[in-house]
């Protein structure tokens, strides 16, 4: 893998301290306004190509009514932030021994009136999503727009987390967590640091 060096705003030990206390951690103000606006960018000259997340293999499923985009080589600005999650994914591996090997990920729209019901991304650990990570990205964010992150912790801690702008949140895949219907329009990108196999 090529070397990439993360961003300075990204205090690793902490997150690295924090996903070992608690099973989560939050990078704020993670990218510099240029990137996050030709994020914005790219995204927005996509949304009419998003689809119903809860329509997979024809299959209708309740329990989320977001839209969402899988990023491929095509989304070039998007690729950038998966090279950094795969820069955090080597510190990870370090640190705890992951076998992280790829990054997955989707850009996801929840528009007025659109949720994510409980759910874990790794239920019983069957698959190898390993951790889990959400980047907000639209440019603007107010309390009482709904749409918070809300996750319940390593220790069945409940945290409310606010989908602020240029925030990732970084959490283990086996916690249980929900988004909460959205009362404006809420952009992210959800990528998933995944092992080869399904041992954590
Ligand atoms: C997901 C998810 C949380 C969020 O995409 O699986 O739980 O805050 N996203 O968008
Ligand atoms: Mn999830």
Redesign the pocket.
């Known amino acids: 893998m090529e070397t990439v060096l993360l961003p300075k705003s990204w205090n690793v030990d902490q997150v690295l301290d924090d996903l070992d206390q608690h099973g989560f951690a939050l990078i704020d103000d993670a990218y510099s306004p240029e990137y996050v606006h030709a994020l914005a960018e790219e995204c927005a000259s996509r949304l009419n190509q998003f689809r119903e997340?809860a329509i997979q293999n024809g299959v209708v499923s309740k329990i989320?009514s977001?839209h969402?985009l899988w990023i491929n080589e095509e989304l070039q600005t998007a690729q950038q932030h998966i090279r950094y999650l795969n820069a955090l994914s080597d510190q990870l591996n370090q640190a705890f021994f992951l076998g992280i090997q790829e990054v997955e990920a989707?850009f996801?729209c929840?528009n007025a009136g659109e949720f994510?019901a409980l759910?874990r991304?790794n239920p019983q650990r069957k698959n190898d999503r390993v951790i889990?990570t959400?980047y907000?990205l639209h440019e603007d964010w107010q309390d009482g727009w709904g749409?918070?992150?809300r996750?319940q912790d390593k220790y069945d801690q409940w945290h409310i987390?606010q989908?602020k702008p240029n925030r990732i949140?970084i959490f283990q895949s086996d916690l249980l967590?929900?988004?909460i219907q959205a009362k404006h329009q809420?952009l992210?990108i959800?990528a998933?640091l995944r092992s080869g196999n399904s041992i954590w």
């Open positions: 997340a989320r977001d969402i989707h996801a929840y994510y759910h991304d889990s959400v907000y749409g918070e992150l996750l987390i989908p949140a967590h929900e988004v809420r992210s959800t998933w």
